[in-house]
């Protein structure tokens, strides 16, 4: 996983940074106010409600306003959240386009990244799995 350190998203609390993800087993989903397909997805974010294991939003090249509007009208289920406002954190992961979603393991690596919109299949067959094989180790 790529050094970074993001501000929140405006009407956040908590910005992004890779120190945040030490430690432990989470999720980093990369996406858009004006994406669609994010739209689509953002609903299968409910993990972190379940309990299962901390989401963290990167908001990739989104206006200040649009974003929060966005994360306000449709919930907002990350426990961190970082603007990045030209994308070029982004670009260190290996995103090319949104939403992509990555499983971070403890130790700070890319365990996973699915690209395009999550499904409840591959959340239930492929994420899932993984983490719970993660959070044992």
Not at 58 to 84: C, E, F, H, I, V
Request: net charge negative; charged share 20%.
């Amino acid at each position: 996983m790529p050094q970074f350190a993001l501000p929140p998203v405006k009407g956040r609390a908590l910005g992004l940074s890779s120190h945040d993800l030490a430690g432990e087993v989470s999720l980093v989903n990369v996406f858009g106010s004006w994406c669609v397909e994010c739209r689509t997805e953002h609903p299968l974010l409910e993990l972190k409600a379940k309990g299962v294991l901390p989401i963290h939003g990167l908001n990739y090249k989104d206006q200040p306003d649009n974003a929060a509007r966005w994360l306000n009208a449709l919930g907002d289920p990350s426990t961190r959240t970082g603007a990045d406002l030209d994308g070029r954190i982004a670009i260190d992961w290996g995103v090319y386009g949104v939403p992509e979603t990555f499983v971070i393991s403890k130790d700070g690596h890319i365990a996973h990244k699915h690209i395009g919109p999550l499904s409840s299949g591959a959340i239930e067959g492929t994420i899932l799995p993984l983490i719970r094989r993660l959070q044992e180790q």
